[in-house]
């Protein structure tokens, strides 16, 4: 094949597109806590918890933007020593979430149920606290 | 010209004196939908209308990773249907039944027994079984009373790459069952020559996807109502997830 110097961008653009195509793909946001918790995923919403003194914040967010917590609800499960406890949760200002008055002792595991309440869609999510 | 178009012709009236039989073929599985888990009837890329079927599906059973069970129920949602659950799921389970068929002398299936179509060439009950697993367990799979037909894995842990051997059993009854058809892909290859188990139940295939798996498998069982029809068909899936590279 006779080389073709115009053909280069073009070869450089699809080999760059192919390179980062599987993250942008499989991208749902960052994991970086923005308000000192701990983040998981459920289903594609980005969840951070975070243990506050009087319970449990979540904050949601989905490829780094707000989710409004206005049309979400769901339940938080605690497994610590002893039996597990459910706390429901309301919402908060924006995307945050609130289980008001949940203890979460250090060692528990944290199953998060989140509600679309359009959809009617369930996702979960399980933390492991320190 | 005239050559070719007897060739299309032939290749139409074939297809469609198949057709039947591949309807007829159809299963039930579990697959993820929008990071929903929806059950399925179909076979291969053809993912029917389950919403209508609702009403044949008998049970559906959910448990957590130590097999206790947890309280699942389908929903339909537009026009899929899912499994619904306040708790995380690490196996699913489900049992449709798809009623009694018939095939008169004219190759057409109508769904009525014996007793209504006295002349008909074949009537069949069909069982639809349905076992998955969204996460690869890490104890054995139990034998679960209502999957009269099961695809248990025998393999533990199952491999989480494609291409690795893997042995299942096939249960009838909860006990192994010899020359039950196993179809190692049942949506991405759904015509595959299928393998026969052994006497132990068991046949040994490779893992085909990095992703979903549906493992099929079918064994026909004697009738317990001649008067209706001759034989019951069982048809089980087992569905597991490989994952996929951290992202």
């Not at chain 1, 904050?59 to 597990?84: C, F, I, N, Q, R």
């Not at chain 2, 909860?174 to 595959?192: C, M, R, S, T």
Request: charged fraction near 20%.
């Amino acid at each position: 094949m006779r080389a073709y110097p115009g053909r280069w961008p073009l070869l450089a653009t699809l080999a760059l597109a192919a390179a980062l195509a599987p993250s942008l793909a499989l991208a749902h946001g960052s994991m970086k806590p923005r308000h000192g918790g701990t983040v998981s995923e459920a289903g594609e919403t980005v969840v951070e918890l975070v243990r506050e003194a009087d319970g449990i914040a979540l904050y949601l967010s989905d490829e780094d933007e707000p989710v409004p917590s206005a049309g979400m609800a769901g339940t938080l499960t605690v497994k610590g020593p002893g039996a597990p406890v459910e706390v429901a949760l309301a919402p908060g200002a924006a995307n945050r979430l609130e289980a008001k008055g949940a203890k979460v002792p250090a060692g528990a595991e944290v199953t998060v149920m989140l509600l679309d309440q359009a959809t009617r869609a369930k996702s979960f999510t399980t933390f492991a606290v320190k | 010209m005239r050559k070719v178009t007897s060739c299309v012709l032939a290749g139409l009236i074939a297809a469609a004196a198949l057709a039947p039989a591949a309807a007829d073929a159809h299963g039930i599985w579990f697959a993820q939908r929008a990071k929903q888990l929806a059950l399925i009837y179909g076979v291969g890329a053809d993912d029917l209308d389950m919403v209508k079927r609702m009403p044949l599906v008998k049970s559906v059973a959910g448990f957590d990773g130590e097999w206790k069970p947890v309280k699942v129920a389908l929903r339909a949602a537009g026009p899929i249907v899912l499994v619904d659950s306040d708790k995380p799921v690490a196996a699913v389970a489900a049992v449709m039944d798809n009623g009694v068929w018939s095939k008169g002398k004219d190759g057409e299936w109508q769904k009525k027994g014996r007793d209504e179509l006295p002349d008909a060439v074949i009537s069949e009950r069909t069982m639809k079984y349905a076992v998955h697993l969204p996460a690869l367990p890490s104890t054995p799979v139990p034998v679960m009373p209502d999957q009269t037909l099961q695809v248990v894995p025998v393999t533990s842990p199952l491999p989480a790459q494609l291409g690795q051997p893997a042995t299942f059993r096939v249960l009838f009854q909860g006990k192994p069952v010899e020359g039950a058809l196993v179809k190692h892909d049942y949506v991405n290859d759904p015509d595959q020559e299928p393998l026969k188990t052994g006497a132990d139940g068991t046949v040994t295939l490779k893992v085909r996807n990095q992703g979903l798996n549906v493992v099929g498998a079918t064994f026909v069982g004697p009738s317990d109502d001649k008067a209706r029809y001759d034989k019951v068909e069982h048809f089980a899936t087992l569905s597991f997830v490989l994952p996929h590279a951290p992202e």
